[in-house]
C-alpha cells in the first residue's frame, strides 16, 4: 500500500518561512502528478500547488510568489516552500499523489502561523 507522510509543519511567526515535505513509500517517479493541498477550520480543502510528472507547475493565487513545489529525487519527497507566511495560510496541509487513477492522501501537518 503506497503511503504518503508529511512533515515539516509547525509554529512560526508572521512573515517567516517552513519547509514542508511529503515523503513517500514509492518513488516519485510514478505519480502523474503531485500537489499540496490546505484545510482551514471551517473551511474546505483547497488546491496548493501542483506540479506534472513533466514538472509543470501550478499555483493557487493567495500563494504565487510566495511557495514554491518541488521535487526532490535523492530523498523521494515531494516539498512545499513556504515565505512570507501569514495568519490565513494557518492550515493543515495535505500532500496528494495521483497514481493512475487513484489518489493517494497523506495524513496532513499543521501549520499555524502566529502574530
Known amino acids: 500500500q503506497v503511503q504518503l507522510v508529511e512533515s515539516g509543519g509547525g509554529l512560526v511567526q508572521l512573515g517567516g518561512s517552513l519547509r514542508l515535505s511529503c515523503t513517500a513509500s514509492m518513488s516519485i517517479f510514478n505519480f502523474k502528478a503531485v500537489g499540496w493541498f490546505r484545510q482551514a477550520p471551517g473551511k474546505e480543502r483547497e488546491l496548493v500547488a501542483s506540479m506534472s510528472a513533466g514538472g509543470s507547475t501550478d499555483y493557487a493565487d493567495f500563494v504565487k510568489g510566495r511557495f514554491t513545489i518541488s521535487k526532490n529525487i535523492g530523498k523521494n519527497t515531494v516539498d512545499l516552500q513556504m515565505n512570507s507566511l501569514k495568519e490565513e495560510d494557518t492550515a493543515v496541509y495535505y500532500c496528494?499523489?495521483?497514481?493512475?487513477?487513484?489518489?493517494?492522501w497523506g495524513q496532513g501537518t499543521q501549520v499555524t502561523v502566529s502574530s
Open positions: 496528494k499523489a495521483a497514481l493512475g487513477s487513484v489518489a493517494i
